[in-house]
């Protein structure tokens, strides 16, 4: 795989996180007030993310995954449909979701060998999701019934957003 679908399929995730916040902040708004500032502050990061890959891709005169919006737009409604099944959920799919994040981030790493910028950036990136991956740990506490079903919804998520931006 070239370093630019590499990027491609980074840029569109994120952008995909993008709206999985949005939406946990969405809902966040009106039932979890006190959890707002740290959701969005996540949002904010996946933002930054999304820009420093499509950044990337425009030095390297490379096209963004089609219909990269749509990656929003999808996680945006995820990220509401998970809020509405609480604060806990939100926090299952936080890490369920950012563990995969960081695994496919050192997956990806090595094929950036002789990229030293950009994989000191990928670096940076990787350490603000294990920050998300762990205040979703919290948020989420011991195992509760929904777990196991949130886990498996969140990882469908993450594996179709990636199969998709590998695809487009
Ligand atoms: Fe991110
Ligand atoms: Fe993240």
Redesign the pocket.
């Known amino acids: 795989m070239s370093i630019e679908k590499e990027l491609r399929i980074m840029h569109a995730c994120e952008m995909g ?1 993008v709206g999985v916040y949005r939406g946990h902040k969405c809902v966040a708004r009106y039932f979890f007030r006190k959890n707002l500032a740290e959701l969005d502050n ?1 949002r904010f ?2 933002k930054d ?1 999304a820009a420093i890959f499509s950044s990337l891709l425009k030095e390297r005169n490379a096209r963004l995954c089609l219909g990269h919006q749509l990656f929003f737009l999808g996680g945006l409604i995820y990220g509401v449909a998970v809020g509405f099944l609480g604060l806990r959920a939100i926090g299952t799919s936080t890490y369920t979701i ?1 563990r995969i ?1 960081d695994e496919e981030f050192d997956i990806a790493l090595p094929k950036f060998y002789r990229e030293k910028t950009i994989s000191d950036k990928i670096r940076a990136v990787q350490l ?2 294990k920050e ?1 991956r762990d205040s979703g740990l919290e948020l989420a506490g011991e195992q509760y019934f929904l777990s196991g079903f949130v886990e498996t919804i969140a990882k469908t998520g993450a594996y179709t957003a990636k199969f998709l931006a590998s695809s487009l």
């Open positions: 996180a996540m990061h996946e993310h950012e994040v603000e999701e998300h």
